[in-house]
């Protein structure tokens, strides 16, 4: 991991195409403006991590013993009819 140290207006680059500039430094927090193409995802970490939990539980809702428990219930409700 490398650690910078930046002033208000400084920046720094990853690779040749992403630019990370400090634009406020306030109390508990640094405000920050990312250039990048359009092509690169640039995301919060608490989004993908909501993303990867949110798969994940699709993943088990779509798992086939899921799928057969839910057809099963299905065919259960129409037994009781």
Known sequence: MLIL???EGQSFMIGDQITVTVQEI???RVRLSVDAPRDIPVLRTELVEAQRENRSAADEKDSPMNLLRLLSAGKKDEKDE
């Open 5 to 7: 140290q930046r002033k």
């Open 26 to 28: 306030g109390t508990g």
